[in-house]
């Protein structure tokens, strides 16, 4: 009961900071005023530590069972086991915005500490902005949607956690999407500002460079841990079911990856400064709206969502941000503008630029395939698009990225493309061609797997081109008296490049993975009696009996399957308690070449048993490709000081006259 | 500004291309049970309703006929695969395939509205 009192007070403590810091940081930073400024900030901080304060409260409330709370009693009952009912903190709609209202302020706070170098308007504004973000969130939590609502008569028990969610990946894939989504706030917050605050040169890009990184890794594996869990966990033997609730977290990682791009075009050429901004703000646009279509229901989702009284907050709150976002960059083109001269087609910036342009067509695509059922529904008979359209729409554009992926690097910036520096293509060119004859030998005759396997080859063969240059120039360094130190400081200097290559690499792991597991999954349906054999694909499988098993709040029939020297044991659990529900235990027999992927449907009277088999080539390249991706990531950029601001300045002044 | 559009533009019409061409092909109709009985729809389309307590399961439950219903009209159903988990009568599932000759619906997949982390029911007293 006293949880709850705390707790709202709290988030009531936070509003108020949050309000008074929005309007003194814009005052602050329109007057160049560097004390109030500073108190702006302050509050700032003030209002993410007491939503920090009302997050502990809830925690707390979770942990200690305390179910005169609505939102304790609804996520959690006292046979959950204690992680999950920590889990309980982000598995409702309220908690999951208090979380997503946490790492805003903390992440924020953070951004804003080392703002000061960014000048007085554009800090005062970055942290007016994101004090406006974090007001609405609380708005909403204080007002709409409070986890700290009570109940007026205190249950025993609570209603517990659906099964389907009781499963390790619910410990990780959540807290991190959610996060990863957050955190475009921050990148959007500091664009916005150095656009009102008429300050539109590369300052800010250095600055929002790192944040833009960090939403893009939490994205990262929050995409990839959710196709993990999805596969691990729901057995329908896929990873990717194009819901609009994955769409929608695709969008701003798709929008991020061209920005993550771009920026370096800026950053080298000076270029592209309208558009940058334009990228940035899209990401959050894609947010917002992804928030709203998921909270909302108003897209039919395999996923449904309580039709709760946020949805019309974050609608007037997208339309918000939307006319706001559109009069800033209509006002301050101009002022941003200056970098848009010509662009070689051939050259390195003439790559980024095509690749960013067909990454926004693949936003597009998503977008419309998501929209289309609301779109459709307005003018007449509800649409749907499956799996399909997003294949046929999005694909030939994500084939062109992958040619750009092997090509761009080998580009030279700058001026129009020579013959020389077009040599280097032929290598990965070569590459694609013998990856070609080597697939046709193989006797694979589908065009789409004839392409992109290929392209992927040729990138891979880009990459290692790229460390083979990294290598040769290190043989080349002079050696001198301190020459290890002297060496370290020479490749650390490069390590951002041989990062974002490394995260190549693990992108075309990734995407073998997934080509090979479309293309080539094998499927049987199959009724066994006890000793009878299957074959998937050449793998033989040998059902040997089943037993019923008696656990405290549930049962299981456990079927066992003889795979080679291993024992696969698809289960079906059976919840008592829960009305009967279901939930199916997919048994996965994993080697570097393919799955072995077993749902048990059911048994029979007579002992036999129906399976669906799957053989899943190549997913483990999945994760293995996730894995390096951010690997990369990390490596090029962890530790990565204050981005030298004053040596980007100076170099997108001498590229730009005037 | 203007080699700029060029290559905007094309990508925007190749992108445009795209999403017609392929959108044309795989839109299916979203509907509920009575929306299907009242008009006929040739092709796939996904149906959403309750699934009815009377559910056969046959074949170790790779093969299952059930009722689908929402409000007054309702529909039997024939699917082979595996079920999804919170599959049972009184929730809301989405099938997809197309209403065969016999009146019988016949579903090449089956969704059931995932009971997700944000739609617990809210506890009354």
Redesign the interface.
């Given at each position: 009961m006293i949880l709850g009192y705390l707790g709202a007070g709290a988030l009531l403590a936070a509003l108020v900071m949050g309000g008074f810091s929005a309007v003194l940081s814009f005052w602050a930073g329109f007057q160049e005023n560097a004390v109030m400024v500073q108190v702006g900030r302050r509050a700032f901080y003030a209002a993410a530590a007491m939503t920090v304060v009302a997050g502990a409260v809830l925690m707390w409330a979770l942990l200690s069972h305390d179910f005169s709370l609505?939102y304790v009693?609804?996520?959690t009952d006292l046979s959950t086991p204690t992680a999950l009912v920590a889990a309980g903190f982000y598995?409702?709609?309220e908690g999951?915005l208090l979380y997503w209202a946490i790492v805003l302020g903390v992440l924020g706070s953070v951004s804003l500490v080392a703002s000061a170098s960014l000048g007085l308007k554009v800090a005062g504004c970055a942290a007016g902005l994101m004090a406006v973000i974090l007001s609405f969130f609380l708005v909403v939590l204080a007002l709409v949607a409070s986890p700290f609502d009570l109940?007026?008569?205190t249950?025993p028990d609570?209603?517990g956690l659906?099964?389907?969610?009781r499963d390790g990946g619910?410990l990780i894939h959540?807290p991190v999407v959610l996060a990863g989504f957050a955190s475009f706030a921050i990148p959007f917050c500091f664009a916005s500002a150095a656009l009102l605050a008429g300050r539109p040169d590369s300052a800010w890009i250095a600055h929002t460079r790192r944040f833009a990184l960090i939403a893009w890794s939490l994205q990262t594996t929050g995409l990839v841990l959710g196709m993990w869990w999805a596969y691990h966990v729901?057995?329908?033997g896929g990873y990717w079911g194009w819901d609009p609730v994955e769409n929608v977290a695709l969008m701003p990682w798709l929008a991020t990856t061209a920005y993550l791009h771009s920026s370096m075009v800026q950053e080298t050429r000076g270029r592209l400064r309208t558009w940058n901004f334009g990228l940035v703000i899209l990401a959050f646009l894609l947010v917002v709206f992804g928030t709203f279509i998921?909270?909302s229901g108003v897209v039919?989702s395999?996923?449904?969502?309580?039709i709760s009284a946020i949805g019309p907050w974050f609608l007037a709150f997208l339309f918000l941000c939307i006319a706001f976002s559109v009069v800033l960059l209509a006002a301050r083109s101009g002022v941003a503008g200056g970098g848009?001269h010509?662009?070689a087609?051939v050259s390195r910036e003439g790559a980024f630029?095509?690749q960013n342009?067909?990454l926004i067509?693949v936003v597009?695509?998503v977008l419309?395939?998501t929209i289309?059922?609301l779109v459709?529904g307005m003018f007449g008979?509800?649409?749907?698009?499956?799996a399909?359209?997003?294949e046929?729409?999005?694909g030939?554009?994500l084939l062109v990225i992958l040619a750009l992926m092997a090509a761009g690097p080998l580009l030279p910036w700058r001026r129009a493309a020579r013959l020389p520096s077009l040599r280097a293509l032929a290598w990965p060119g070569a590459t694609a061609l013998i990856a070609v004859a080597v697939l046709l030998v193989a006797g694979v005759g589908s065009i789409p797997a004839l392409l992109a396997l290929p392209l992927v080859a040729a990138v891979v063969a880009t990459c290692f081109m790229q460390y083979a240059r990294l290598s040769a120039g290190w043989k080349k360094l002079p050696s001198m008296t301190n020459a290890s130190a002297w060496r370290m400081r020479w490749l650390v200097r490069r390590r951002r490049r041989y990062g974002a290559y490394l995260a190549h690499l693990g992108l075309a792991v990734l995407v073998v993975g997934i080509g090979a597991s479309h293309f080539w999954q094998q499927e049987k349906?199959v009724?066994l009696a006890p000793g009878q054999q299957v074959t998937v694909a050449g793998n033989t499988l040998t059902y040997t009996g089943s037993e019923q098993r008696q656990l405290a709040d549930h049962s299981e029939l456990v079927a066992s399957m003889r795979f080679g020297d291993a024992t696969l044991e698809p289960a079906l659990a059976t919840y008592a308690g829960l009305?009967?529900?279901?939930?199916?235990h997919v048994a996965i027999n994993t080697t570097p070449w393919a799955d072995i992927y077993v749902?048990l449907?059911?048994?029979?009277p007579d002992g036999?048993?129906?399976f669906?088999v799957f053989v899943n080539p190549l997913v483990s390249w999945i994760w293995a490709g996730g894995a390096i991706i951010i690997f990369g990531v990390v490596l090029g950029n962890l530790g990565e000081r204050a981005p030298a601001v004053e040596a980007v300045r100076r170099r997108v002044a001498a590229s730009v006259p005037g | 500004m203007i080699r700029w559009s060029i290559p905007a533009l094309v990508v925007a019409a190749c992108v445009g291309y795209l999403i017609y061409s392929a959108s044309g092909g795989s839109a299916e109709y979203y509907l509920t049970v009575s929306q299907l009985r009242s008009h006929a729809v040739a092709g796939d389309v996904r149906v959403a309703g309750v699934v009815q307590g009377d559910v056969q399961k046959s074949d170790g439950g790779l093969h299952v006929t059930f009722t689908e219903k929402d409000g007054t009209a309702s529909m039997p159903v024939d699917y082979s695969g595996t079920l999804p988990d919170i599959f049972r009568p009184g929730i809301t599932v989405v099938a997809e395939g197309r209403l065969g000759s016999d009146g019988v619906f016949h579903a090449r997949t089956l969704l059931a509205k995932c009971p997700s982390r944000f739609s617990t029911t809210p506890y009354t007293q």
């Open positions: 609505a009693t609804e996520h598995g409702g709609q999951s109940l007026s008569l249950p609570g209603l659906n099964p389907v969610l619910m959540p729901l057995g329908w998921v909270r039919p395999v996923h449904t969502f309580a848009e010509p662009v087609p630029v095509l342009l067909l067509g597009a695509v419309w395939g289309l059922p459709s008979q509800q649409r749907v698009v499956g399909s359209y997003y046929r729409a999005a030939p554009l349906d009724t009305g009967g529900q279901a939930l199916t749902v449907a059911g048994s029979n036999s048993a129906a669906r | -």
